[in-house]
């Protein structure tokens, strides 16, 4: 998940780029909408809102967002000659200004005004900045002409924005497999064994992985967090349903982060046990251990990434010899001993340890933990 700015400029496909803003959206991204003032005598900032899901009020710095990516679609001659020449005078052109990151801009105009030298100009000074412009497309624009100048279509625009947040990562177009949260396993059909995970750090990874341009399905144990839109959400509240859901997936890279049961009650009741004096023993059986299953079963080329919820050094220790046993590429060590990290915490602090060695990754939020996970597992990709 990104968050874009998506500039809307004083054209008539200003109504388009409400299709725009829906797909983002629907994509999972966070959209801020800036809108000239010349764009609102065709569509209202408040439509863009709402489309966003943005909450209403002034933000006096919103030109000043941070964001991953900037789209200016559609970009009328005159804001096209803006970015152009640095001015600021309106939120879209300031922000443009204040940007770091790709900027894609869909130019759409009349076909005189696109094949203007002054246009002509502008456009090839935007390239030659590296901002990517896409279209605009020959047809019949809307006041009846024939020519270039119609915006390419809204799908079409969101593919390209889609292309550039993935940038060169490795994981573009790659199927990835990310378990997240933590199972409970039934004593009766009330009452589980279970653990204190969220599904936090797994879901910032399925998000993040999904920004790099990868596939991603989520295997969510009891999330106490939403799923990242746009990745596929399978639910696998036991042990049982996550072996069985990640042995039957193929995928390019496994990230199993979700804290799966190592024992379960050996026979689960049918029906609530009813309240009475009487002392209740459990006897617990060890679950499959669904990482080193995974790890066996291997297939060349594939990326197999394992969790460690330990203590200290001992635990540290543990998880070097685990990544060898279990046939990892890679392990992350957090120290669940913390308080102020790991389990049902937004942020984390771990040790990214390969064959290769180790990096330690210093507290930080857990999309910015997933990142470095992430960047640590495009090494190993050839
Ligand atoms: C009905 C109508 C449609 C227009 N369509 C376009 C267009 O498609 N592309 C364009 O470059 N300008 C178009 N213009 C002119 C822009 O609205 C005008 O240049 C305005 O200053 C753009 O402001 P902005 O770039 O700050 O949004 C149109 C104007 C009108 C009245």
Redesign the pocket.
């Known amino acids: 998940m990104a968050r874009i700015l998506l500039g809307v400029?004083?054209?008539?496909?200003a109504y388009k780029a409400c299709e725009v803003c829906r797909l983002f959206v629907k994509a999972g991204h966070e959209v801020v909408p800036l809108v000239?003032?010349?764009?609102e005598?065709f569509v209202t900032a408040e439509t863009f809102r709402a489309l966003a899901r943005r909450p209403a009020g002034d933000d006096v710095y919103l030109h000043l967002t941070r964001a991953d990516l900037l789209v200016v679609a559609?970009c009328?001659?005159?804001?096209l000659a803006?970015l152009a020449h640095g001015l600021a005078d309106?939120v879209l052109t300031e922000a443009a200004l204040a940007h770091r990151g790709p900027v894609l801009v869909a130019p759409?105009?009349?076909p005189r005004?696109w094949s203007h030298p002054a246009t002509r100009a502008n456009a090839e000074a935007l390239r030659a900045r590296g901002i990517v412009l896409i279209g605009p497309d020959e047809g019949e624009t809307?006041e009846g002409e024939l020519g270039v100048g119609r915006m390419v279509e809204p799908d079409e625009i969101v593919r390209a924005a889609e292309e550039l947040l993935a940038g060169n990562s490795k994981l573009k177009g790659k199927r990835v497999l990310v378990s997240a949260g933590g199972t409970r396993e039934p004593i009766d059909t009330v009452r589980f064994v279970g653990n204190r995970s969220s599904g936090r750090m797994g879901v910032a990874l399925a998000a993040e992985a999904r920004r790099r341009g990868a596939h991603v399905t989520l295997l969510g144990a009891n999330l106490a967090v939403p799923a990242p839109l746009g990745v596929e959400l399978v639910e696998t509240p036991t042990a049982a349903d996550l072996e069985r859901e990640a042995i039957e997936r193929d995928a390019d890279v496994v990230v199993m982060a979700a804290a799966v049961a190592d024992y379960r009650p050996a026979l689960a009741l049918a029906g609530k046990r009813p309240k009475d004096t009487a002392a209740w023993t459990v006897e617990l059986e060890p679950t499959t251990d669904v990482l080193a299953t995974l790890g066996a079963s291997k297939r060349p080329g594939q990326i197999l990434v394992g969790f460690a919820a330990d203590e200290g050094e001992p635990g540290l220790a543990r998880a070097r010899e685990k990544l060898g046993r279990k046939n990892a590429d890679l392990f992350v060590y957090n120290d669940v001993g913390r308080a102020d990290i790991g389990f049902d915490s937004a942020a984390n602090e771990v040790t990214i340890l390969t064959a290769g060695g180790e990096r330690a990754v210093p507290k930080a939020p857990k999309d910015e933990i997933a990142a470095a996970i992430l960047d640590e597992v495009e090494k190993l990709i050839h």
């Not at 400029?9 to 496909?13: K, N, T």
């Not at 000239?36 to 764009?39: D, I, K, L, R, V």
């Not at 009328?76 to 804001?79: L, R, W």
């Open positions: 400029s004083g054209g008539i496909a000239t003032p010349g764009a005598r559609p009328t001659a005159n804001t803006k309106n759409a105009m009349n005004m809307a």
